[in-house]
């Protein structure tokens, strides 16, 4: 069994109700059979609509941007994993670096929070990555290792095995700067050896390990072409359909 590459569009707090359901409409046409999960992950207002649009269509699911770790109660603004499981989301992105710059998160939490979707059967897309200065000064490896620790290792292999990896330097999201090829696949091997010493080579060579920042149709092929990279987390490019639909076709 070989892992599952995906490509997932996170489009952040972009497009209102009209619009994201003309570039789903756009994506389904445009979008051609394939093999590689496409996950789109719209804002929450939107999931439930756009479930709809794309029931019928194999290669896409739906994934939500965030969700509370609490089951369920008095957490004003607040959207439990299992309402996100009642409209059709399959996948949540958590620990995204804008969660975490803007809204305080910390591994802490999010850890919960991956604890909360697993419970509801859903699979988190958990974020990682580090900031310019951590890279400059040598610290990336360690920084993502113990991000990583804090906010995945107290899981059973079974429940690892839902979970989808996106790195995500910091300092490539959203300026335009990619990481290089080589640099991405440093950091996704060095990733998948701590799965490896965690669980074992098995949960390790099946976890989808994904590249985010500033990934576009004209550096996707080239990072898609690494051994440990699998697929993409894509914010700017996922809200033209033509784009999206080409760094899909990219592998
Ligand atoms: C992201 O926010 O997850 C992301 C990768 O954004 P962009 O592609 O715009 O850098």
Redesign the pocket.
């Known amino acids: 069994m070989s892992r599952q590459r995906i490509v997932a569009g ?1 489009w ?1 707090m972009n497009k209102t109700y009209e619009e994201g359901r003309a570039l789903v409409k756009d994506i389904v046409g445009q979008l051609q059979p394939t093999e590689t999960l496409v996950i789109l992950c719209p804002p929450f207002l939107h999931l439930n609509s756009i479930s709809g649009q794309i029931k019928d269509v194999r290669s896409l699911k739906l994934g939500a941007q965030n969700c509370h770790q609490e089951g369920s109660g008095a957490y004003t603004g607040e959207v439990s994993a299992a309402m996100l499981q009642s409209v059709g989301v399959e996948y949540v ?1 958590l620990g ?3 969660r975490r710059e803007y809204f305080g998160e910390t591994d802490e939490l999010i850890a919960k929070k991956i604890d909360a979707t697993l419970k509801e059967g859903l699979h988190p897309i958990y ?1 990682c990555g580090e900031k310019l200065d951590v890279r400059e000064a040598g610290g990336h490896l360690d920084l993502v290792a113990a991000q990583i620790k804090t906010a995945l290792f107290h899981l059973s292999a079974a429940d690892f095995e839902k979970v989808v990896i ?1 790195y ?1 330097p910091v300092w ?5 700067k ?1 990481a290089t090829s080589q640099q991405a696949q440093e950091m996704h091997a060095h990733i998948r050896s701590l799965i490896a010493s965690k669980y074992d080579q098995q949960v390790a060579g099946l976890t989808s390990i994904l590249y ?5 149709p004209s550096n996707a092929a080239e990072l898609f072409s690494q051994a440990d990279v699998d697929g ?7 809200l033209k359909a033509g784009d999206f639909v080409a760094i899909v076709n990219s592998f």
């Not at 490539?172 to 335009?176: F, K, R, Y």
């Not at 985010?212 to 576009?216: A, F, H, L, Q, Y």
């Open positions: 996170n952040k992105i995204h670096s804008e974020c996106a995500e490539a999201i959203g300026t335009g990619t985010g920042g500033s990934c576009n993409g987390l894509i914010g700017g490019a996922s």
